[in-house]
């Protein structure tokens, strides 16, 4: 389990599933992460390369999102695949990547934290930007969906510049 200020992020469990599938369907999530199937998610919550949270708040264990997480130990990155956050304006998406950002560098021992984003997210684009990520350039019409092809834009942070971040603070 990993701690922030007001929120916890617990591992979740196959009980989860239903949950964290309506949050990525929710009409403000839904353009802007891909959807699993129960099984896919059933699969992932099994595999040791992979971590989901469900995230809660402390006072009253309410689940306000979730994250999805692919290790690749051998080259030491973090790829952050989905993060949704169902209650938004509350500053929630900037304290989870502070946690998950001291996670991967300080427990894992990763080298790379990376992730891609749609250009239309502009919530998600200023949260990455906010949080220091490193704008690595674009994917141009890599994922095609029911919005047709759209380009991904990659973020990244390294261990490097997160401990040159902690040591201006």
């Known amino acids: 389990m990993i701690y ?4 916890y992020l617990d591992n979740a469990k196959e009980s989860d599933i239903e949950a964290i599938m309506e949050m990525e369907n929710e009409k ?4 802007f992460v891909c959807k699993g199937t129960f099984e896919e998610h059933k699969t992932e919550i099994e595999n040791d390369d992979f971590y989901i949270f469900v995230i809660k708040q402390k006072y009253n264990h309410e689940n306000v999102g979730f994250i999805l997480i692919n290790l690749d130990n051998k080259s030491e990155r ?3 695949r989905r993060i ?4 938004k304006g509350m500053g929630y998406g900037k ?3 502070a946690a998950l950002f001291k996670f991967a560098f300080e427990e894992l021992n990763m080298n790379r934290f990376w992730l891609d984003v749609y250009p239309d997210n502009s ?3 200023k949260l990455y930007e906010g949080v220091g990520m490193h704008k690595d350039g674009v994917l141009r019409q890599n994922y095609k ?3 047709g092809y759209l380009d991904q834009i990659i973020y990244s942070m390294l ?3 997160y401990y040159q971040i902690l040591l201006m603070k």
């Open 78 to 80: 973090f790829e952050l």
């Open 28 to 31: 403000e999530n839904r353009n």
């Open 123 to 125: 919530f998600g684009i």
């Open 4 to 7: 922030t200020k007001r929120l």
């Open 95 to 97: 304290e989870v990547m």
């Open 145 to 147: 969906s029911e919005r």
């Open 159 to 161: 261990k490097s510049e």
């Open 84 to 87: 949704v956050i169902s209650k």
